[in-house]
């Protein structure tokens, strides 16, 4: 059993949200959600896609689409009138290929308290206008 808190021992610490400003911010709806009002693991998904898309296709300065998603991980469940802020960081870049690294945290609608719900890697590839791979312009 693990020790109660005291005013000698802190609580522990909570996990930051990454630095900066949020790709994406949206608050959750019943129509994203299960009879039970858990969100649906595919909604939150396709929200962090949408962020890491921004990302990516400002990187690219043209458009950029999925390839792949890794190691995508659900932590906490997220509920009917949860703020979710989603954040994206560009953390590889190869000749046509971005590697966006991805995370959303929510907040209650009342609180203050955020809290890490899911984390993935996810791929994309920077295409021409006939849909081919391109190269990404260095700089």
């Keep these: ?4 808190p005291t005013s000698e021992t802190p609580a522990p610490e909570m996990p930051a949200p990454p630095a900066g400003e949020p790709a994406l ?3 959750t709806m019943p129509a994203d959600a299960n009879p039970y009002g858990d969100i649906f693991g595919g909604w939150l998904m396709s929200q962090m896609d949408m962020a890491a898309g921004l990302v990516a296709a400002r990187h690219a300065k043209g458009r950029a689409v999925t390839i792949a998603v890794d190691a995508m991980q659900f932590h906490r469940p997220v509920v009917v009138g949860d703020e979710v802020s989603v ?7 190869g000749r046509t290929s971005m ?11 009342h609180g203050e308290q955020l809290c890490k719900v899911t984390e993935a890697r ?3 590839v920077a295409i021409d206008e006939a849909r081919r791979p391109r190269a990404i312009a260095a700089g």
């Design 87 to 93: 954040y994206a960081r560009l953390v590889r870049v």
């Design 25 to 27: 911010r949206v608050t």
């Design 99 to 109: 590697t966006i690294e991805v995370e959303s945290w929510c907040r209650d609608r």
């Design 1 to 4: 059993m693990a020790p109660t």
């Design 122 to 124: 996810f791929v994309f």
